[in-house]
């Protein structure tokens, strides 16, 4: 190679990091976690620092629409980097030239901030980072989209309680007052138990043991409205209680057999509750001897396309879809005048679902 001449361009030694392939996706892969809560973040600066790093920048800095840089070395000059991020937030389009550019972010065709980059780079990798930033923050944008959703689906479930239910249940403890005063007040305890645990703020994710809790307060309280005609068994392996599960995932489906499968039947039924592991999985059945339905009614219902309904199906399988991938969920066993089994499967153990 000739050795460089006078009045050659000063070309910048690249970074380390651009030498090799993997450090420069494991740098990608750093800044978009860095960038996971957005532009105004609490770290965006790491974020600035990474993208210097990466372009062998004087310094970087990253704003969202206030204008406002969040700075990765000696902020430059002068306020021509003031006017230049004003041009791009008005004109949405690149300004400047290097040694010191600015470059709009757009999410989802939307201006969402700028990418403020001092020093002599080229515009061909100020681009390229750019559109990493881009992706990063549309991520972000999504799986913050997806956690409204999962809460908002959280709470349909609690709105889909049954006043029915909550009727008969009062009435029942209000009518065994004077006559049984002391189961009246152990009835009243798991009616307080119960509201506290379908309807009171929780985290995510909940355990084994206290969803199948949940289900035999549910179920006190059914059988005390239904008496002999409502029959339970309810079997759990201890080596299952302890695994982490999303929150209200059990009882909504032991809700639909007592309401779709046992209250139909003028005899009533019996509902039978298990956990148990298998291999790496836990496996939860609930399995009524009901009125059944039509196999392709229960497709229905789980593709959320039922009219009338049963509580929360396709709410319950595409949340725990969603949280274990599309190996895991739930599945119908049905016919009509055959009862309802529903099998939940989940693993033992996933990274990031904790109690």
């Not at 003031?82 to 300004?95: F, I, K, M, N």
């Not at 006559?179 to 798991?190: A, C, F, G, I, K």
């Not at 009533?268 to 392709?296: F, L």
Request: proline fraction near 7%.
């Amino acid at each position: 190679m000739a050795a460089p001449q006078p009045g050659d361009p000063v070309r910048p030694r690249l970074p380390w990091s651009r030498t090799d392939p993997a450090a420069v996706l494991a740098s990608a892969r750093h800044i978009a976690d860095d960038l996971a809560d957005g532009l105004a973040g609490p770290r965006v600066r790491a974020a600035a620092r990474g993208v210097r790093r990466l372009l062998g920048a004087t310094a970087v800095g990253l704003a969202d629409l206030s204008g406002q840089p969040v700075w990765a070395g000696p902020v430059p000059p002068g306020t021509r980097w003031v006017e230049l991020v004003d041009q791009v937030l008005h004109t949405e389009t690149r300004a400047g030239r290097p040694p010191l550019l600015v470059t709009p972010l757009h999410v989802h065709d939307e201006l969402t901030g700028v990418l403020v980059v001092s020093g002599p780079v080229r515009r061909t990798g100020v681009a390229e980072v750019a559109d990493w930033i881009t992706a990063a923050l549309e991520r972000a944008r999504l799986e913050a989209s997806a956690e409204h959703a999962a809460q908002a689906e959280l709470r349909a479930l609690r709105a889909e309680i049954s006043p029915h239910f909550v009727y008969n249940a009062l009435t029942v403890i209000a009518g065994l007052v004077h006559s049984d005063p002391e189961r009246s007040h152990e009835l009243m305890l798991d009616f307080a138990d119960y509201n506290r645990y379908s309807l009171a703020s929780h985290g995510e994710y909940t355990t084994v043991a206290d969803e199948f809790h949940a289900i035999e307060t549910y179920l006190a309280l059914q059988r005390a409205v239904l008496g002999d005609r409502l029959r339970v068994q309810v079997r759990v392996a201890p080596e299952v209680l302890a695994v982490a599960i999303p929150y209200l995932v059990l009882q909504p489906l032991v809700e639909n057999a007592v309401r779709h499968g046992i209250e139909p039947r003028p005899a009533g039924g019996t509902i039978q509750v298990t956990g148990e592991a298998e291999g790496s999985d836990c496996v939860i059945t609930v399995e009524d001897d009901g009125v059944g339905m039509a196999p392709s009614r229960a497709e229905a219902l789980l593709a959320g396309r039922g009219t009338s309904g049963s509580v929360g199906l396709a709410n319950v399988d595409r949340r725990l879809r969603n949280v274990y991938g599309s190996w895991y969920g739930l599945v119908l066993e049905t016919a009509e005048d055959a009862g309802t089994k529903v099998i939940v499967r989940m693993p033992m153990f996933s990274p990031g679902v904790m109690p």
